[in-house]
């Protein structure tokens, strides 16, 4: 049992590029999130998924997308990255809504934008 | 507005000292459910306790404990005989039930030192 695992752990865009980060849990969880982490803040929602075919935005949707077309994968795509978006960004999931259930955390992508 | 405020940002102390993380929060709904996080130097974060708002009991788990008062809206933290392996980033979150939304709000998060 994995949990949930983020590819990749580290990666560096140029200004304008796009990229996908992967996220997939196995634990069969309904609900998935991401969140991005910045220096000396808490997390913010970007994301989340309350099952197969359903997303909805966070606090901080602006320059990204996302897509949920299985139960395991939730990948977090940004289509022109920029320096605005250099943060680690943390993938997690839970059974239910986050209130029932505590969210169980990736380790974690850390993206440079430059 | 929900709102989580951890207003220790970082604190210090030496080993087997207690130490208290303070989280106060802000919210108008009555249904509601706090956390508290460990975020490790080594990045990942930790599940430590769910509490609801309709459950005020206090809580122990070994070394840690927690204090919820609805009445000064506050859920802190407390470390007793800290240790080194305490050095965390500890954050408190605030998740609000209802309305097919779902909003998990984090405070900054207290950065704990505990020095040998």
């Known amino acids: 049992n994995a949990g949930v695992t983020q590819t990749p752990k580290f990666r560096i865009l140029k200004i304008g590029q796009s990229m996908t980060l992967q996220c997939t849990q196995d634990?069969?969880?309904?609900?998935m999130y991401w969140y991005r982490q910045d220096p000396g803040m808490g997390l913010k929602l970007i994301y989340y998924?309350?099952?197969?075919?359903?997303?909805d935005k966070g606090e901080v949707p602006n320059g990204y997308n996302v897509s949920r077309s299985t139960t395991e994968d939730f990948p977090l795509r940004l289509e022109l990255a920029a320096p605005s978006q250099t943060s680690v960004y943390f993938c997690?999931?839970?059974?239910?809504?986050?209130?029932?259930?505590?969210?169980?955390f990736g380790p974690g992508t850390r993206l440079t934008v430059l | 507005a929900q709102k989580v405020t951890q207003a220790q940002t970082e604190i210090s102390v030496v080993e087997k000292e207690d130490v208290t993380l303070d989280c106060v929060y802000e919210?108008?709904?009555?249904?509601?459910?706090l956390f508290w996080y460990k975020q490790p130097p080594s990045g990942e974060l930790v599940f430590l306790i769910r509490r609801n708002s309709f459950d005020e009991q206090n809580e122990i788990s070994g070394r840690y404990s927690w204090n919820f008062q609805k009445s000064t809206s506050s859920f802190n933290f407390t470390i007793t005989a800290s240790q080194v392996v305490d050095s965390a980033v500890y954050f408190c979150?605030?998740?609000?039930?209802?309305?097919?939304?779902?909003?998990?709000?984090f405070g900054k998060g207290t950065k704990l030192t505990v020095n040998p």
């Open positions: 997690a999931s839970s059974y239910s809504h986050s209130g029932d259930n505590e969210q169980f």
């Open positions: 919210t108008r709904d009555t249904t509601y459910y």
């Open positions: 998924s309350v099952g197969a075919g359903i997303t």
């Open positions: 634990m069969n969880h309904n609900y």
């Open positions: 979150a605030l998740s609000l039930r209802g309305g097919g939304s779902e909003k998990l709000v």
